[in-house]
């Protein structure tokens, strides 16, 4: 996003624009997408040692093990697009976090996590709570522009960083399955299927 499209937005609405991001929601996707990279590199071994034990000798056989050792290395590719689509979405996660914590509340909002951390004054995390809010409060006191301005900084970033983010993410070579080779499939599948059953 361009710096424009913040400059004259208020301070309110780019925090609505902001807590509309989930920066855990993104990291999940990051995780699972990391958890199936690995369990596809699995499958991707399996496919490149699997079909050479299969006895068969012929046409049909040399096809089908050319085709096999194609998939394993298209499922290879895809395993390597799953984790490097993990990395990117990590770090358009941790940009979101960054933002969040980074862009002052309004006097309202650090006023209430003022009083949450009072409340809750045995927390371990109510001393940097109380802290960031009372410091956001005096912020917001001394210059509600200068605030308004530092938001729009911090919006500007995190539009940077999912821009960079989806540059890296659409510029991922995405894996192609060849079909099976015609060698290998019957003219009449039905007619296989009927024999064995």
Do not use: C
Request: net charge negative; no cysteine.
């Amino acid at each position: 996003m361009a710096g424009g499209t913040f400059d004259g937005m208020s301070h309110e609405r780019m925090l609505q624009w902001l807590d509309q991001a989930n920066s855990g929601t993104v990291q999940s996707a990051a995780d699972r997408l990391a958890t199936v990279a690995e369990e596809i590199h699995k499958i991707a071994d399996e496919l490149k040692v699997r079909p050479q034990w299969v006895e068969w000798k012929g046409e049909g056989a040399d096809a089908f093990r050319a085709w096999t050792a194609d998939l394993a290395n298209s499922t290879l590719r895809l395993g390597d697009f799953s984790e490097s689509s993990a990395k990117w979405l990590a770090q358009a996660s941790d940009a979101i976090a960054r933002a969040q914590a980074a862009i002052p509340r309004t006097a309202e909002g650090a006023q209430a996590n003022l009083d949450a951390a009072t409340v809750a004054h045995n927390d371990p995390d109510a001393g940097t709570v109380s802290a960031k809010s009372a410091s956001e409060l005096a912020a917001l006191a001394a210059g509600k522009e200068k605030v308004r301005q530092e938001a729009a900084a911090e919006m500007v970033k995190l539009g940077q960083a999912y821009e960079f983010s989806a540059v890296q993410l659409n510029a991922l070579e995405r894996p192609k399955f060849a079909p099976p080779p015609t060698a290998i499939v019957p003219d009449d599948p039905m007619q296989v299927y009927d024999r064995e059953h």
